[in-house]
């Protein structure tokens, strides 16, 4: 399953921007999407997660300024980022988890999309 994730930029401290990622039309079911960011020199961390049902979760340091949602007709999931800081700069991922048809079963799928880079600078 391919994941394809879109929306990153510059923008200025106290900024937004929204994210998007979509996974390819063969997908079968969703159980959970989630955003990653890297920031520059730094590991890879979770920023935010949606689960079968509506589940959201956030690390600490976005509480109350990102927020993770799932287009219900799509699988297309969507990071609202409000009050952009400059430690926001990464690289943001995307990943779903779920299956997927393939010929006359399914099977399960873990993916990752490209990368969109997002900087906070002014």
């Known amino acids: 399953v391919q994941l394809q994730a879109c929306g990153g930029g510059l923008v200025q401290p106290g900024g937004s921007l929204r994210l998007s990622c979509s996974a390819s039309?063969?997908?079968?079911?969703?159980?959970?999407m989630g955003w990653y960011r890297q920031p520059p020199g730094k590991q890879r961390e979770l920023v935010a997660t949606w689960k079968t049902g509506g589940i959201t979760d956030y690390v600490d340091s976005v509480k109350g300024r990102f927020t993770i949602s799932k287009e219900h007709t799509k699988n297309t999931v969507y990071l609202e980022m409000n009050f952009l800081k400059p430690e926001d700069t990464a690289v943001y991922y995307c990943?779903?988890?779920?299956?997927?048809?393939?010929?006359?079963?399914?099977?399960?799928?873990?993916?990752w999309g490209q990368g969109t880079k997002v900087t906070v600078s002014s």
């Open positions: 039309a063969n997908v079968f079911a969703i159980i959970s």
């Open positions: 990943n779903a988890k779920g299956t997927y048809f393939n010929g006359g079963d399914h099977r399960a799928f873990n993916s």
